[in-house]
């Protein structure tokens, strides 16, 4: 299993910038994939950024161009870099991480980071 903890969520501005951690309890290189998901009271969590198996990477349509996701193997802690936020983008941004075992795959969660965009 794994424990993960965000952290760098707060109150900004339309059109400002903020950046997101997710410290992992253990080696991404034991880590299938890990992103970023937020969600928002009465709708589904959605993905907003991902590393998949590997450095691949997958972007929802709404964060292209203006987020950017990182990781840094050697502090086992993955990164979101928002640019250009909009009250839209106001959720609870959640650290997922996907570690397969023998017998199938397992999802765990973070607590969540609360963004909100608001002038």
């Known amino acids: 299993q794994v424990q993960l903890v965000e952290s760098g969520g707060g109150l900004v501005q339309p059109g400002g910038s903020l950046s997101l951690s997710c410290a992992a309890s253990r080696s991404f290189g034991s880590i299938y994939s890990i992103g970023w998901y937020r969600q928002t009271p009465g709708k589904q969590r959605e993905l907003v950024a991902e590393f998949t198996s590997g450095s691949a990477t997958n972007y929802a349509d709404s964060a292209k161009g203006r987020f950017t996701i990182s990781k840094d193997n050697a502090k086992n802690t993955l990164y979101l870099q928002m640019n250009s936020l909009k009250p839209e983008d106001t959720a609870v941004y959640l650290c997922?991480?996907?570690?397969?075992?023998?017998?199938?795959?397992?999802?765990?969660w973070g607590q969540g980071t609360q963004v909100t965009v608001s002038s």
């Open positions: 997922r991480a996907q570690i397969v075992y023998g017998s199938g795959f397992q999802y765990y």
